[in-house]
């Protein structure tokens, strides 16, 4: 699943320099040893396909608008440009939105590339042969020719094709919670991608070389890996990018219904006003000094707005634009569930695992036995070797002795 993503973010300019990597990797891994070289190259292109196609939906989720400071305080680049920001409704839009334009688009361009490419390929060669041989060349030549003149299947064929469906199970889990819908698109596209492929195969390329395989490789491993990261993102994703966790602070300990141990639609009143804090508008910095005072719409001179964060007023006591008590609440609140909720996960992933085995029983009795035959059989047959061997020595003694005088 290679290709660039279609929302553009600052990190997406970096995007032709991991194509670029990965494109040379995948020349230079041709001169590893033979031993290593299967396990190393798998694992090399796919952190390098991982990085170049999951990098910009990881900015958005965990690192877009984090750290950007406040207003009077932003922090700019060189001292010049100011960081971009999340949307006024939160980061988990544009996260959503990047997952669903990866899982649709992406996914259609790349079903669309993969059966288009050798159906051109193909078209060229029918035109070749029919200026070589005359307008009725195909249908002259034997079976075996005619399939000889398919595309041949690409060297790394089967390897795109496992690199493809594990990049997109990546897809679909990593971000499961912000884009729930990602399953089904999943499953819809490789639906169409079974039937895609059927016919490439079929009428498109040359029949393949069959080759055994004991197992999937090292992309077990990867599918594993990636399971792990897929519980501590959406973890990250659920407490930090969306605002579950302080609508529930602010439910439990700020709300109307504070102390009394619940939280409902009516507990989460004022809970707008309470994610907002309060800045003067003279404390501006001057590259951020508004156009105008805001007299021209609302009749007089604007002196205090509002943005999303937890900070003291600039009339504070205190330390002004300082964080409030809200704001620790909510980050330990964050870390806590993070903590609680990877341990369960995975909790009821190995109670799940040891409870449903890899191998069924009836399965594993019969490899057991299998087993004992054959360890049986070597015994046996060792046995049998040093009988006649003790037999032979037997009988060269014999030999040997009657030919004495």
């Known amino acids: ?117 050798p159906l051109i390929q193909n078209w060229w060669t029918r035109r070749r042969l029919r200026q070589e041989h005359g307008p009725n060349a195909k249908a002259s030549f034997p079976q075996w020719e005619r399939d000889y003149n398919l595309q041949p299947m690409n060297a790394y064929g089967l390897f795109d094709e496992y690199l493809e469906m594990i990049l997109q199970f990546g897809f679909t889990t990593i971000f499961v919670a912000a884009f729930p819908l990602a399953p089904l698109l999943a499953l819809l596209n490789n639906i169409i991608e079974i039937r895609l492929d059927a016919y490439k195969f079929v009428t498109q390329w040359r029949r393949p070389l069959p080759s055994q395989a004991k197992d999937i490789g090292i992309w077990y491993g990867i599918l594993e890996g990636i399971g792990i990261l897929s519980v501590i993102t959406n973890a990250f994703v659920i407490a930090v990018t969306s605002d579950f966790i302080p609508r529930l602070v602010y439910a439990y300990k700020y709300g109307p219904c504070a102390g009394q141990g619940r939280a409902g639609e009516r507990c989460m009143m004022g809970y707008v006003n309470a994610s907002l804090s309060m800045f003067r508008v003279s404390d501006f910095e001057n590259t951020s000094v508004p156009r105008t005072d805001g007299s021209d719409m609302f009749g007089e001179a604007v002196k205090y707005c509002r943005y999303r964060d937890y900070r003291e007023s600039p009339d504070s006591p205190g330390e002004p634009y300082s964080y409030t008590l809200q704001f620790w609440h909510v980050l330990a609140a964050r870390l806590a569930f993070i903590i609680v909720f990877e341990h369960m996960v995975f909790t009821i992933k190995n109670l799940i695992a040891y409870l449903i085995p890899d191998l069924p029983k009836d399965l594993r009795d019969r490899m057991r036995r299998e087993k004992y035959l054959i360890q049986e059989m070597m015994y046996e047959a060792e046995l049998e070797r040093l009988q006649k061997e003790k037999n032979e020595k037997k009988k060269n003694y014999r030999a040997h002795h009657n030919a004495l005088p």
């Open 1 to 117: 699943m290679q290709g660039l993503s279609f929302y553009t973010h600052p990190l997406s300019f970096c995007r032709p320099l991991f194509i670029l990597l990965s494109l040379l990797f995948s020349i230079f891994s041709l001169f590893l040893t033979e031993s290593e070289w299967e396990n190393s190259f798998t694992l090399k292109m796919f952190l390098f396909q991982f990085v170049n196609l999951n990098s910009s939906t990881f900015y958005i989720a965990f690192f877009l608008g984090r750290f950007t400071g406040r207003p009077g305080a932003y922090i700019r680049l060189i001292n010049r440009w100011k960081l971009e920001e999340c949307h006024p409704s939160g980061c988990l839009i544009d996260l959503c939105m990047q997952m669903g334009i990866i899982m649709v688009l992406k996914q259609t361009w790349n079903n669309f590339m993969e059966l288009g490419y």
